[in-house]
């Protein structure tokens, strides 16, 4: 094993865990005041829950012995054979690192959803769900993609997360605003974030998060992850730049949850691309995500589901963005354990991209539909409309954000 890349790793690491906070802080600033620790603790509590779920069976069935393309086995359930060995995936760092670099991504896809049903599902049914989803949803698809199932041997690319968080937690949150239905005043009064300084210090901890996010993936203190790191960085700068001008054109003045909006969205977009494409890529690729996701956010009031938080406008169509791009712009000669994409003499790349990113969001699109049905069916989805009026931080947790 290599010390440096043993460092870097557990720093990496590290990092990817302070993004599910920084998610807390930049989803409680979004929501009114009223609700702002519902939120954050929803977030929060998947540090929690999705660490016992993995070290019970999580990792094995996203990372274990490969079962028909599908899943992995129960190897390594309860970290059995889970130590300071090599990785099988990383020989140069030790499996239980893997293991935990891993366990990071598991814990803030489940978080994202949140922001699709902030303001009105009860915090039970919450818990029920996501345990659920994780066990069904993310560790299949995380061993389709990453663990030896049939997308990562159809050739499909996905440095760090494009389908497997974005695309996967887009889906479900699209199916989330459709089941649960929209907020009480949904279009008819303001809903508007009571804290944006708290959501722009969100941004910035998940930005500075991202870096082990993406850069980490290498799973090596090398070249590729030199290139993930900037590629990361030039995509997010250029999406809120054009985020931020694509609204003042639009809607009369640039504002600031429009270029912490713009920045989350570049970071999703690159992460599928991060370390396989160039750095001019990268700013293409930042860019047009700034402009596609906008675009998708504002089509949400023309097609009246209330995503509260803009998840399937920001992840999910960023990051089907990034993983197309991804089979336009990557290149061998960026990073040779890759493929070339439509834009170096390989069409046929797109093609794979599409099909890997087309299959994550109806899988998590059907499944997630299901389970909130089912859910609803269990415990009850949605508060009462008092509850909610009255707001969720007292009604589910006799707490309140601010005692001024």
């Not at 920084?22 to 509590?45: E, H, M, P, T």
């Not at 009369?252 to 989350?264: D, E, H, I």
């Not at 675009?295 to 949400?300: G, S, Y």
């Not at 169509?317 to 354990?337: D, K, Q, Y």
Request: glycine content about 12%.
């Amino acid at each position: 094993m290599v010390q440096a890349d043993v460092v870097w790793m557990l720093l990496a690491t590290a990092l990817v865990m302070l993004m599910t906070p920084g998610l807390a802080l930049f989803y409680g600033g979004l929501v009114r005041s009223k609700n702002v620790l519902s939120i954050s603790l929803q977030v929060f509590i998947c540090l929690g829950l999705m660490s016992l779920l993995w070290f019970l069976y999580g990792y094995s069935l996203a990372f274990g012995p490969d079962q028909a393309s599908l899943i992995g086995g129960l190897r390594f359930a309860l970290f059995r054979g889970v130590g300071l060995e090599p990785a099988p995936a990383a020989e140069n760092i030790p499996h239980l690192l893997f293991a935990a670099f891993q366990l990071m991504f598991a814990v803030i896809t489940p978080a994202l959803i949140t922001g699709a049903f902030a303001e009105r599902m009860r915090f039970s049914a919450y818990l029920l769900f996501v345990a659920l989803w994780f066990t069904l949803g993310y560790t299949p698809l995380c061993h389709w993609v990453w663990g030896g199932g049939w997308l990562q041997k159809l050739g499909a690319l996905d440095f760090a997360g494009g389908t497997v968080i974005h695309i996967a937690s887009g889906a479900s949150a699209l199916a989330a605003a459709l089941v649960i239905g929209p907020r009480i005043g949904y279009r008819r009064e303001p809903l508007h974030p009571h804290n944006l300084p708290l959501t722009l210090l969100g941004a910035g901890l998940l930005w500075f998060g991202w870096f082990g996010f993406n850069a980490g993936s290498a799973l090596a203190a090398n070249g590729v992850a030199v290139q993930a790191f900037m590629n990361t960085h030039l995509a997010a700068g250029l999406a809120a730049l054009t985020w931020l001008f694509a609204e003042w054109i639009f809607q009369g003045a640039p504002t600031t949850l429009g270029a912490a909006s713009g920045g989350v969205a570049g970071l999703v977009a690159i992460t599928p691309a991060a370390g396989f494409v160039p750095l001019w890529a990268a700013v293409l690729i930042g860019a047009l995500a700034g402009v596609i996701c906008y675009t998708a956010v504002l089509l949400k009031g023309r097609l009246g589901y209330d995503d509260a938080l803009d998840v399937v406008g920001v992840h999910g169509v960023g990051g089907f963005w990034g993983a197309l791009a991804t089979g336009i712009f990557a290149s061998r000669a960026v990073n040779p354990s890759g493929a070339n994409g439509l834009f170096f003499g390989n069409p046929h790349q797109l093609w794979i991209q599409f099909v890997g990113a087309a299959a994550g969001a109806l899988f998590c699109f059907a499944l997630s539909w299901a389970l909130f049905k089912a859910v609803d069916l269990l415990v009850g989805l949605r508060v009462e409309r008092e509850e909610e009026i009255q707001g969720l931080d007292l009604t589910q947790h006799r707490e309140t954000g601010y005692a001024l």
